[in-house]
């Protein structure tokens, strides 16, 4: 699975993104999708989940009630619409498909398949 993530930028404080995550010759449906987030200097942090119908997420607490995943497996795709940004959101935001089966996938080391990173910076 090769994954495109998208939607990245600049933006104030307060303000909205919406990052997505595309896959070619495989389609999503398989896999959990997850989104993670490495800001400079930091470890790479789980940020949010989706499960392979789109019925259940998960988030880090850190953007609960900020953030929203979904995914479009019509159309091969995955989102995280981000609102209420914070400048400890700044980060490069990566998405990632796991076979996971038994448990809900949080870590990094449970996805096999990741895309490039797209940058987000918010700025105060």
């Known amino acids: 699975v090769q994954l495109q993530a998208s939607g990245g930028g600049l933006v104030q404080a307060g303000g909205s993104l919406r990052l997505s995550c595309t896959a070619s010759?495989?389609?999503?449906?398989?896999?959990?999708m997850g989104w993670f987030r490495q800001a400079p200097g930091k470890e790479r942090e789980f940020v949010s989940l989706?499960?392979?119908?789109?019925?259940?997420?998960v988030y880090a607490d850190s953007v609960k009630g900020r953030f929203t995943i979904s995914r479009d497996n019509a159309e091969n795709a995955v989102s995280l619409q981000m609102n209420s940004l914070k400048p400890e959101d700044t980060a490069v935001y990566y998405c990632?498909?796991?076979?996971?089966?038994?448990?809900?996938?949080?870590?990094?080391?449970?996805?096999?398949?990741w895309g490039q990173g797209t940058l987000v910076t918010v700025s105060s």
């Open positions: 990632a498909a796991s076979l996971a089966a038994m448990t809900t996938p949080t870590k990094g080391d449970e996805y096999r398949y």
């Open positions: 010759r495989r389609t999503l449906s398989y896999y959990y």
């Open positions: 989706i499960n392979r119908s789109g019925g259940s997420t």
